[in-house]
Each structure stands twice: as C-alpha cells, then as structure tokens.
T-cell receptor, first 116, second 114 residues
Framework: EAGVTQSPTHLIKTRGQQATLRCSPISGHTSVYWYQQALGLGLQFLLWYDEGEERNRGNFPPRFSGRQFPNYSSELNVNALELEDSALYLC???????????????FGEGSRLTVL | AQSVTQLGSHVSVSEGALVLLRCNYSSSVPPYLFWYVQYPNQGLQLLLKYTSAATLVKGINGFEAEFKKSETSFHLTKPSAHMSDAAEYFCAVSDPGRDDKIIFGKGTRLHILP
C-alpha cells in the first residue's frame, strides 16, 4: 500500500512569489492535514480537509490556503511568500468516520520550502 | 482549546539507560493523546496512542506511556535506550469532537550517548 506522497520534495522561491505544494493521501483516507515545521517551533497546524471541505484552520494568515480534490488529494498554496515561510511542510492523512477522527495520522516526508 | 507542553527540547541519555520524555496537556474534555517519532529527513510515525481505554499504553520499539488525569500528563518511557532511538519525539493531543484538529508539542530531541 502506498503511503502519503508529497511533491515537490524541495522548492526554492523568492519573496513575493507563490508556492504550491501537493499531497496524495493513503488510499481510503478522506482526511488531509497540513502542518508547518519551522526550526524550533515544532509542528504548527495549518489546515484540515475532509471530504472536500475545510474542517478547521490554524492561526495563519489568509495567504495560506488550500483545497481538497474529489480524489482526496490536496493542495497547499502560499501566496506573497515571506522569508519566514521557509519551513518543512508536512501533509498527513487519516480516516474519519462516524463523526470521530481516530487521531492516527500518517505523514508524508514533507516538502521543504526555501524563500530567498 | 487544547494544548500540549513538552518539557526539554533536548534530552540526552546513555545507551541502556531509562528514557523519560515529558508531556503535559491541556484539554477541556477527555482527550486523545499521541506520541510520534521523527527520524532525520523523514515524516512522523505513530509510536503509541491513548484513546480512553487502558491508562498504560504500549507502543512500538519498546516504548510505553501512562495517562495520568490528575497530573494532566502523558510521559513517554523506555526501560533501556538504544542508539537507534535517537530521533525527535512529539507529543500530540486531540479533542475527540467535531473540531478535533490534532495539536503537536514543540518536540524533544533525544540523544543517545555511547
């Protein structure tokens, strides 16, 4: 069974540009989470999608956005890039059923975004 | 809103010694609690989880954690450290309701001394 896959592995952008990161969940998983892992800050919750809907978002500005497609894959967009957006962006998927998240997340290896 | 605090951003133990990584949580309802491990240049993987069953939870690679409601703690332990345990460990909390996003602590990097 294929795990969570993320692309690209590395991405270099300059300030003001836009970045798009992609994630494919494990087959059968309907929930996709996005986290930002910046040095020394742990994992900061960005976005949670389930069944194509945004279920919750973390304390990030609106220039961080995303969507989930009918096949449950997801895209994270970061507009007007700033230097402090440089981080590892992790995607995770999980099953969500009966109104309850089992809480077990399966992570991809991340996309490292560098903003120059 | 739920939150989690991990005491110690770096912990060093000798090979063969006890590993103790501390995690305290804050939650308005009985939470789900998790420990994840991140090896270098990899994503996170689940070590163990507590979801309101037994308070002592056993995970992979010989790790276990005990849920203590009175202390709002969920510390991770392993009786005897191996060199392969060197990694970053994250405690996480989830409120099992509609708004059940999963919140992670800042992580503890475990160093194993030969």
């Amino acid at each position: 069974e294929a795990g969570v896959t993320q692309s690209p592995t590395h991405l270099i952008k300059t300030r003001g540009q836009q970045a798009t990161l992609r994630c494919s969940p494990i087959s059968g998983h309907t929930s996709v989470y996005w986290y930002q892992q910046a040095l020394g800050l742990g994992l900061q919750f960005l976005l949670w999608y389930d069944e194509g809907e945004e279920r919750n978002r973390g304390n990030f500005p609106p220039r961080f956005s995303g969507r989930q497609f009918p096949n449950y894959s997801s895209e994270l967009n970061v507009n007007a890039l700033e230097l402090e957006d440089s981080a590892l962006y992790l995607c995770a998927s999980s099953k969500y059923r009966d109104g309850s998240n089992t809480g077990e997340l399966f992570f991809g290896e991340g996309s490292r975004l560098t903003v120059l | 809103a739920q939150s989690v605090t991990q005491l110690g951003s770096h912990v060093s133990v000798s090979e063969g010694a006890l590993v103790l990584l501390r995690c305290n949580y804050s939650s308005s309802v009985p939470p789900y609690l998790f420990w994840y491990v991140q090896y270098p240049n990899q994503g996170l993987q689940l070590l163990l989880k507590y979801t309101s069953a037994a308070t002592l939870v056993k995970g992979i690679n010989g790790f276990e954690a005990e849920f203590k409601k009175s202390e709002t703690s969920f510390h991770l332990t392993k009786p005897s450290a191996h060199m392969s345990d060197a990694a970053e460990y994250f405690c996480a909390v989830s409120d099992p309701g509609r708004d059940d996003k999963i919140i992670f602590g800042k992580g503890t990097r475990l160093h194993i001394l030969p």
